[in-house]
């Protein structure tokens, strides 16, 4: 385990702060850490510094990152292989994608520059601004949720993309920043923690972390060394009830399902 996940690990599972004087505030309860079972592997692009995936009807996306390597793209599940691909423009670093209509969109790491794609054609059909940064967004079906690394999710009206409300995320009644790609998985939302093996599984309406989902095993089999080849990239397939999750440069892509390994 490297330093910073450690330090994360800390954080999860040690209480919060005693509060100073006055009434006892009983302690948040550490929310239960889940082992994933790996129920199928599947190839991915090594090459791929992933940062947004999604399944939508049926269709995997993926988009990745880097000056000069960002790229929205549809790939084939069982082959890894790409089917058709987008480039975002050049000079901007591609972070997460979403699926709304007909439509993808993306965002970009600074500059609050979002661009809107067909699907599945991948044709850029329009740009949206928004403030600071954009990492990763996801949808509960009413409207668009947007990461950007801090402890605090954007819900977006979809007709305008304008913020119509705000989620402050807590773990342990602590603050949790680095909140990455997302998904919305059976009312709640998941997010990859960055620089770290785990996904946090948040109530939308209060931004409580009810539970983690540690990805170590899947790190360690996915055999990476490079620091920035973190997990990060889930994707659910509402229709068939599958997870999928994958990292940065990881040469493999895993369904994954819950209830099979041991809470602590
Ligand atoms: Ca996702």
New binding site residues.
Partial sequence: MTVRPLILALALLLPAAAPQATAPVPAPTPPPVEKPVVVRAYPHDSTAFTE???IADGALYESTGREGQSVIRQVDLASGRTLRQATVPSGLFGE?IVAWGPELRSVTWHGGRGFRWSRPALKKLGEWKYAGEGW?M?DDGRQIILSDGTPRLRFLNPATMAVARTLDVTVNGRPLKYLN???YIDGQIWANVWMTPYIVRIDPASGVVKAVVDLSELVARAGVTDRDSVAN???YDRAKHRIFVTGKNWPELYEIRLGGGAKR
């Fill in positions: 947004g995936l999604l997460g990763a996801t790609e997302l998904e990239g889930i994707a």
